[in-house]
């Protein structure tokens, strides 16, 4: 089950634009979540998302993926 709920999907996102949604275990190091600002601890599952429609290529917008909260990126907090 882990497996299938890594798939990436896609989905709409900040600015109405496509992203690329992954959800993950949690990394070695806290990030900030930009819908709430405040931090998701190592560790912790969260959403990784990333523009396909970066100004700068797909590549670009991988460079510059995001990582949320899963409960902020579901209620759409951007
Ligand atoms: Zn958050």
């Known amino acids: 089950m882990d497996r299938l ?3 990436p ?5 900040p600015g109405g634009a496509q992203f690329t949604v992954r959800q993950v275990r ?3 190091k806290p990030y900030i979540c930009p819908g ?3 931090t998701i601890p190592a ?3 969260h959403i ?3 523009s396909n429609e ?3 290529g797909p590549e670009r917008g991988l460079e510059e993926r995001r990582h949320w909260h899963t409960s ?5 907090l951007w």
């Open 36 to 38: 709430c600002n405040q």
């Open 26 to 28: 949690g990394g070695g």
């Open 9 to 13: 999907r896609t989905q709409a996102g």
């Open 48 to 50: 990784v998302a990333w």
């Open 72 to 76: 902020c990126w579901e209620r759409g």
């Open 5 to 7: 709920s890594s798939l």
């Open 43 to 45: 560790g912790t599952p």
């Open 54 to 56: 970066s100004l700068f």
